[in-house]
Structures are given as structure tokens and as C-alpha cells.
């Protein structure tokens, strides 16, 4: 049925989408995706032969659109966070889609698309999950669009959907201080004090080799971030310094990464949360809902409060365009602050050029 499916809705050629080898229900992955010097079972080709198995047992439409595409994906070298996230999404639309009785891919239409909105909408999914969902299944449509495979009017309406403008979140400086305060376990002290003091990502950190610390230098180089695909050095100043070189007197010498959990494996993001929670219960900050994030939105906003220019702080954080740095800008609020005050008390002192006239309408 698979093979059915594929041979007459997408002009099946066998050295263009049999990279797997799917027959009946199965979808298996190339040999050499299981090589044994690569033996990691989260690779991108294993979990895209596994996705593909996934959607071939429910007998949804678009097997080889789906195949080709996540194809495409791999070889542009896309995350495996970013190939999980793009299938996901395209996966639970013809989950979507499966239900109106569709046997074709060509056959959706635009409707359909506002038709699965409105169904994420009733079950209650906060915007930017409909948001960031509609975003892939665009990326996925496009890609077939650009080859000819799908007509154009799918996309016919520009469907967006309005997010809300929220500030990212800083810990107040007095609640930075208590927490710090409780931390003294030195491995926990190294990390939290290096998320704080270098903005880098907690996906990023956990990952850090020991090669990749330059103490003397007073830098990590990240050489691939996690989100991204793009490297960075950050810098460290002397708390973090000290905090890592204390670290480094007692940590397994021969363990490659900087901060590893059991049997000399990076330590994972579950156990670096609980110990954050852990350490805001102590320091009596756990109803303010920090997270391990807001460790790098507070680096941030004390940045640009301390003056750094933006494009400055764009290649500390890691960020591809200015504009996801430059919400900062709004939670910041020193300067701005000054400015309001400054201005004012000239208003209350000496008051402003000209008369206040009743009735001046207000723009």
C-alpha cells in the first residue's frame, strides 16, 4: 500500500526517495546510519527512519512529500532539534487531515489549513504553538511549491497569527544575591554562575568539553550552538573564572565534558533544572518561578543596562537577527528611566516653552 501510495503521488524514482528502504509497513533506515564508531540511537537519520515508520504505520497521506522534506532537512545539516520540531508538526496536520477522508496531498487546499488553526485554537493551544506549527507546515508546503509538486494556492491566503509581545523574564539583583548565597557545592556553583555571567544557553553549557574552556583567555568557544548551528566565544569574568577553576581542582581529570552526571556523561538538562529548583527553595525564590533561562535573560538586561550596544550583545547571545536581541531593549529600563525623570523635573522646575491650552487635543 505504501509503495501505492508513493509511485502515484509523487512521481516515484527509487534514487530519489529510497534512501530508506520502505516496503509494506516498514520504513527502514540506511545501514550505515547504525555505523559503529556513530552509535548515538538520537542520530538525525535514525530518528527520521523511526519518524517515517511512525507515519507509514498510520497509513497517513504524503509518505514521500514527508520523506523528500525531511530529507532535505538532513542534508542542509538542520538540527535534530529543528528536524523533531518540523515533522511534528507536519505530522499532526495529516493526522488532522486524515480525519476529512483526503486520499491525496494535492487535494488539501488553504481552507484546510485555516480549518486546522481553528481546530489548535479550540483546543486551547497558546499562540505560539499555533504560531510556530503554521510556520513549519509553510516551510513544508514551500518546498514542495518551489519543485511543482503542489499548487501554489495552497498558500493563497497569508495566514498569521498574532503573538503576544512578552518581555523575556530577569531575576531581580537582590534575588540573584540570596540565591547565590545558598549555592555551595562547587560544581553547582560553576554552572549557575556561567550561565549568569556568559549568557550561554543551558543546551550549550551541558555540552562544553574541557578543551573548550580557555581560562587563561578567560573564554569558552562554543563551536557549534545547539540552536543554531552557529559558533561564538563567550567571555568570563572573575566570579565565573574562579568558580570554574575551583571546579576544575576537583573534578575526574579524564571525563571530556566540563559538567558531566553519571558514568562521565554530559549532565542532563532534567537533573541541571532540579538542581536549580532545589537551590530557589532554599533561597526561598521558588513561588517566583524562575527558570534556568531566565539566568541568561538576566545577563542580558544587565548588559545593556551597563551600556553594551546592542549589536555587541547580538554576538554574546548567540542571535541571528538584532531584532530577537533587541527585546531586551524594552525590559531594560535604566536609560530610559533617566531619561523620564531628567525630563520631568525640567517640567516641574521651569516648565516647557509655550502655554498649556484647554481642549489641546492629545495625539
Same mark, same amino acid.
Request: charged share 25%; with cysteine; proline share 3%.
Given at each position: 500500500? #505504501?509503495?501505492?501510495?508513493?509511485?502515484t503521488?509523487?512521481? *516515484?524514482?527509487p534514487?530519489r526517495?529510497? $534512501?530508506?528502504n520502505?516496503t509494506?509497513n516498514?520504513?527502514?533506515p540506511?545501514?550505515? +546510519? @547504525?555505523?559503529?564508531e556513530?552509535?548515538? !540511537?538520537?542520530?538525525k537519520?535514525?530518528y527520521i527512519?523511526? +519518524?517515517?515508520?511512525k507515519?507509514a504505520e498510520?497509513?497517513?497521506?504524503?509518505?514521500?512529500y514527508?520523506?523528500a =522534506?525531511?530529507l532535505a532537512?538532513?542534508?542542509?545539516n538542520?538540527?535534530?532539534?529543528t528536524?523533531?520540531a518540523?515533522f511534528?508538526s507536519? *505530522?499532526l496536520?495529516?493526522k $488532522?487531515i486524515k480525519?476529512?477522508?483526503?486520499?491525496r496531498?494535492?487535494?488539501i +487546499?488553504?481552507?484546510?489549513?485555516?480549518a486546522y488553526?481553528? @481546530?489548535?485554537?479550540?483546543q486551547?493551544k497558546?499562540p505560539?504553538t %499555533?504560531?510556530?506549527r503554521?510556520r +513549519?507546515?509553510k516551510?513544508?508546503?514551500?518546498y514542495h511549491?518551489d519543485?511543482?509538486?503542489i499548487d501554489?494556492?495552497?498558500?493563497k491566503?497569508k /495566514?498569521?497569527?498574532?503573538?503576544p509581545q512578552?518581555?523575556p523574564?530577569a531575576?531581580?539583583p537582590e534575588d540573584?544575591r540570596?540565591?547565590?548565597a %545558598?549555592?555551595?557545592k562547587?560544581r553547582?556553583?560553576?554552572?549557575?554562575l556561567?550561565?549568569?555571567?556568559?549568557?550561554?544557553?543551558i543546551g550549550?553549557?551541558?555540552?562544553?568539553r574541557?578543551?573548550?574552556?580557555?581560562? !587563561?583567555?578567560?573564554? #569558552?568557544?562554543i563551536?557549534?550552538?545547539?540552536?543554531n548551528l552557529?559558533g561564538?566565544?563567550?567571555y568570563?569574568?572573575?566570579d565565573v573564572q574562579?568558580?570554574i577553576?575551583n571546579?576544575?581542582?576537583?573534578r575526574?581529570?579524564?571525563?571530556?565534558? &566540563? $559538567?558531566?552526571?553519571?558514568?562521565?556523561k !554530559?549532565?542532563g538538562?532534567?537533573?541541571?533544572?532540579?538542581?536549580f529548583i532545589k =537551590?530557589l527553595?532554599?533561597a526561598?525564590l521558588?513561588?517566583k518561578g524562575?527558570?534556568l533561562?531566565?539566568?541568561?535573560?538576566?545577563?542580558?538586561?544587565e548588559l /545593556?543596562?551597563a551600556?553594551m550596544?546592542l549589536?555587541?550583545?547580538?554576538q554574546?547571545?548567540?542571535?541571528?537577527?538584532?531584532?530577537?536581541?533587541? %527585546?531586551?531593549?524594552? &525590559?531594560t529600563?535604566i536609560t530610559?528611566r533617566?531619561?523620564?525623570?531628567?525630563?520631568m523635573?525640567i517640567?516641574e522646575?521651569?516648565?516647557?516653552n509655550?502655554h498649556y491650552r484647554r481642549?489641546y !487635543?492629545?495625539?
Open positions: 500500500m #505504501i509503495q501505492d501510495q508513493i509511485s503521488s509523487y512521481n *516515484y524514482h534514487s526517495f529510497n $534512501f530508506f520502505i509494506a516498514r520504513v527502514e540506511p545501514e550505515d +546510519s @547504525y555505523r559503529s556513530s552509535p548515538n !540511537p538520537h542520530s537519520l535514525q527512519g523511526k +519518524s517515517l515508520q507515519f498510520e497509513q497517513l497521506i504524503g509518505l514521500p514527508v520523506q =522534506y525531511l532537512q538532513y542534508r542542509r538542520r538540527s535534530i532539534n528536524i523533531r518540523n511534528g507536519i *505530522y496536520f495529516l $488532522f480525519k476529512s477522508g483526503q486520499q496531498l494535492e487535494e +487546499s488553504c481552507d484546510d489549513l485555516s488553526i481553528e @481546530y489548535m485554537q479550540d486551547g497558546k505560539l %499555533v504560531h510556530t503554521l +513549519s507546515l516551510a513544508f508546503f514551500n511549491i519543485r511543482g509538486k501554489p494556492a495552497i498558500l491566503h /495566514l498569521r497569527i498574532k503573538l512578552r518581555l523574564r531575576i531581580d540573584i540570596q540565591l547565590l %545558598v549555592i555551595e562547587t553547582d556553583r560553576a554552572l549557575i556561567t550561565l549568569l555571567r556568559t549568557g550561554m544557553r550549550e553549557l551541558l555540552s562544553t574541557v578543551g573548550e574552556v580557555n581560562l !587563561p583567555e578567560k573564554r #569558552i568557544e563551536y557549534q550552538a545547539h540552536k552557529s561564538r566565544v563567550v568570563l569574568n572573575a574562579a568558580a577553576e571546579w576544575m581542582k576537583i575526574t581529570a579524564d571525563i571530556p565534558y &566540563l $559538567f558531566y552526571g553519571q558514568k562521565g !554530559p549532565l538538562y532534567e537533573a541541571a533544572r532540579m538542581m =537551590y527553595k532554599q526561598e521558588l513561588h524562575y527558570t533561562h531566565c539566568l541568561r535573560h538576566t545577563f542580558a538586561s /545593556l543596562n551600556g550596544r549589536e555587541c550583545l547580538q554574546l547571545l548567540g542571535h541571528s537577527d538584532i531584532e530577537m536581541t533587541r %527585546v531586551y531593549a524594552r &525590559l529600563d530610559r533617566d531619561e523620564y525623570f531628567k525630563a523635573s517640567i522646575k521651569e516648565g516647557i509655550g481642549g !487635543p492629545i495625539s
